[in-house]
């Protein structure tokens, strides 16, 4: 039992309750300050929807932003995979175009190194 029981000289038991009976809920307000209270609540209300209107507007933006940034990263690391790729391929290409000048060279005789001495005498 929540309370205390006191024995009174008829032999019935009173039950008193310890637990806070009280509903805080519902405190009682003056009258007047009853009446500006919805008012006052509704600026606040208002005031808090505007601050958070402002805050979800500013969010969103945000994520636009990070989205656009997003799609912007990974066009540009796709562009870079290209032009490694591209790199690569030109490099391949360079490698076998100079193996060519070198043969090309070591068989024509233009390009033979000549013993100078050889032909004067």
């Known amino acids: ?18 637990a806070d009976d009280t509903d805080h809920s519902s405190k009682s307000v003056h009258p007047r300050a009853e009446s500006l209270l919805p008012k006052m609540m509704n600026a606040d209300m ?11 507007e500013e969010k969103t933006r945000l994520i636009n932003q ?15 995979d290209a032009v490694k790729e591209e790199n690569l391929k030109l490099k391949s290409e360079n490698q076998v175009l100079g193996q060519y ?13 000549t013993d100078t001495k050889s032909k004067r005498k």
């Open 1 to 18: 039992m929540d309370g205390l029981s006191t024995e009174p000289e008829d032999g019935v038991f009173t039950s008193i309750s310890l």
């Open 101 to 113: 000048i070198e043969n090309l060279m070591s068989a024509s005789s233009v390009f033979q190194t």
């Open 46 to 56: 208002d005031a808090v929807d505007a601050e958070t209107q402002v805050e979800l």
């Open 66 to 80: 990070v989205l656009e940034l997003q799609h912007t990263l990974e066009d540009l690391s796709a562009r870079v």
